[in-house]
C-alpha cells in the first residue's frame, strides 16, 4: 500500500484491539496438509489484517462496483482473506466512533454482506473461528475478553443481529453495481 498523506493519517489508525488481533494472526502458522494428524494443525484463521485502514483510493470500491461515481469513502477497509475478500467498518452510524461501526464483508468475486454489528463483535467471531471450518481460537478469545467482555456470543448469532440490525446492506451495495 502507499504511504497516506499526513492530512488522513489519524483517520486511518487502527483501533488498539485490531492491532492486538493482528498481532496474533501475524504469528500464527499456516496449515499443513497432514491427514493422520489432523488436530495437530491448530487454529489457523486465512485473514491478514492491515497495518492500517486502506484509504479509499486503495480501496478501489469504483472499480469493485462497475461504478466511476461512488468512492468507498464510506468504508474503512482493515484486511483481506487469502481469496482476497475485504473486511471494513461501514461509517454509517453518525458520529459513533469507528469501532461501533458494523463491519462488512465484500467478496472478492462480488456480494456483500454485513459480518458484525461492532468491532466487539468481531473480535468474539475472530475468537470462535472466522470463516467456514475455522477452529476457536485461544489467543484471540482473550483479545475479545478483555475488550468486549459481555458480548460473547456465537457467530450465527452475530451475523444475526447484523443482518436484524442492516437488512438493506446488501441490496444497497447491488444498487451501486454497474
Same mark, same amino acid.
Given at each position: 500500500? !502507499? $504511504?497516506?498523506?499526513?492530512? !488522513?493519517?489519524? &483517520? ?7 492491532? &492486538? ?11 499443513? %496438509?497432514?491427514? =493422520? ?8 484463521? %486465512?485473514?491478514?489484517?492491515?497495518? /492500517? ?10 472499480? +469493485? !462496483?462497475?461504478?466511476? &461515481?461512488? %468512492?468507498? @469513502?464510506?468504508?474503512?477497509? #482493515? ?5 482476497? =475478500?475485504?473486511?471494513?467498518? +461501514?461509517?454509517? /452510524? ?5 469501532d461501533e461501526q458494523p463491519v462488512v464483508h #465484500?467478496? @472478492?468475486?462480488?456480494?456483500? @454482506?454485513?459480518?458484525?454489528? =461492532?468491532?466487539? %463483535?468481531?473480535? +468474539? ?19 475479545? &475478553?478483555?475488550?468486549?467482555?459481555e458480548r460473547r456470543r456465537s457467530n450465527e ?17 447491488? $444498487?451501486?453495481? /454497474?
Amino acid at each position: 500500500m !502507499t $504511504s497516506p498523506s499526513n492530512e !488522513t493519517s489519524k &483517520e486511518l489508525i487502527l483501533p488498539v484491539a485490531l492491532t &492486538e488481533l493482528a498481532q496474533v494472526l501475524y504469528t500464527q502458522e499456516p496449515p499443513y %496438509d497432514d491427514e =493422520d494428524n489432523p488436530d495437530e494443525q491448530g487454529p489457523y484463521i %486465512d485473514f491478514e489484517p492491515y497495518e /492500517r485502514f486502506m484509504t479509499p483510493d486503495e480501496f478501489a470500491f469504483g472499480s +469493485w !462496483t462497475g461504478n466511476d &461515481e461512488v %468512492d468507498g @469513502s464510506e468504508f474503512r477497509v #482493515f484486511g483481506s482473506t487469502g481469496a482476497g =475478500d475485504k473486511l471494513g467498518f +461501514w461509517l454509517v /452510524r453518525p458520529g459513533v466512533p469507528v469501532d461501533e461501526q458494523p463491519v462488512v464483508h #465484500f467478496g @472478492s468475486e462480488g456480494g456483500a @454482506s454485513v459480518m458484525a454489528c =461492532d468491532l466487539g %463483535d468481531l473480535l +468474539w467471531y475472530f475468537a470462535n473461528g472466522f470463516l467456514y471450518d475455522a477452529q476457536p481460537n485461544e489467543a484471540l478469545r482473550l483479545i475479545a &475478553e478483555h475488550h468486549a467482555p459481555e458480548r460473547r456470543r456465537s457467530n450465527e448469532e452475530i451475523e444475526a443481529a447484523a443482518e436484524a440490525e442492516f437488512p438493506g446492506f446488501s441490496a444497497y451495495i447491488t $444498487s451501486l453495481c /454497474r
